[in-house]
């Protein structure tokens, strides 16, 4: 497995549209087609949305900019799960919450998901084209408006550590922002919010992307049992959450 990289840079973080389309060779994007319709046989809620491949970061004099070409979820999956000659780097967003009284807050993939069970940084969602402005976004838009959707909370409203952790390579191949949030409240004050949010979800008939939130506390002995456990984690969480305790 290749090694995850995480690196902090204290500049802001913009992608940038290139409006490319990927074109596969015909044999390619064939096979791409009917990997996707054998998928949604097993998991019909799918929907084939827009997918942006992401280039390197390019670090700037003021900003890191990143390259994005245009790409769909199913060349996403195909390249992940099948022929990872044709991966698609995809750039997302997220949020490293820390409580008042001490704990990392992740959040436990909920059953419809792609990954049921999964722990991640509550907010780590690809960035859509509502979070962008003409052609670039920054990418704490795209944290900001999965925070609000997935655990109810106002991103503007909480101290935020300037810059962000920036994870790359691994197996996965993406480009991921984390920003690291101080909250206002304790474990069991969120965790009573959270639970207020999935009532409001279930009441309009809305979609969880998470089942539970999941809460570890800032120390290196505790990353490292979760690490050792039998908990399903995202690849890059304990590099994550290592480097926030070094730099804290």
Not at 13 to 26: A, D, G, M, Q, S
Not at 61 to 78: F, G, P, R, V
Not at 121 to 141: C, Y
Not at 180 to 198: A, C, G, T
Request: proline residues 2%; negative net charge; hydrophobic residues 35%.
């Amino acid at each position: 497995m290749d090694k995850i990289r995480v690196d902090y840079y204290k500049k802001e973080i913009i992608t940038k549209k290139t409006n490319r389309n990927i074109v596969f060779p015909w044999e390619i994007q064939n096979d791409i087609n009917q990997y996707w319709d054998n998928l949604i046989k097993e998991k019909p809620w799918f929907t084939r949305g827009k997918v942006y491949c992401a280039k390197n970061i390019k670090e700037e004099e003021e900003n890191c900019i990143i390259e994005l070409d245009n790409s769909d979820y199913a060349h996403y999956l195909y390249g992940y799960n099948k022929n990872r000659e044709y991966i698609c780097i995809n750039c997302f967003a997220g949020v490293l919450m820390e409580t008042i009284d001490g704990y990392y807050v992740l959040g436990e993939m909920g059953g419809k998901t792609e990954v049921p069970n999964e722990l991640r940084f509550v907010g780590s969602g690809t960035i859509d084209d509502i979070d962008f402005d003409e052609e670039n976004i920054t990418t704490l838009n795209t944290a900001r408006r999965e925070l609000k959707e997935e655990v109810g909370l106002d991103l503007n409203l909480f101290e935020r550590k300037p810059g962000a952790y920036v994870i790359s390579e691994g197996e996965r191949k993406s480009i991921g922002i984390i920003y690291k949030v101080y909250l206002n409240m304790n474990k069991e004050e969120l965790k009573r919010s959270f639970d207020n949010h999935l009532k409001y979800l279930l009441e309009n008939k809305l979609e969880s992307e998470f089942n539970n939130l999941f809460f570890i506390k800032k120390s290196e002995d505790d990353i490292g049992n979760m690490l050792n456990s039998n908990l399903k984690l995202i690849e890059y969480i304990t590099d994550v959450l290592y480097k926030d305790l070094n730099n804290s």
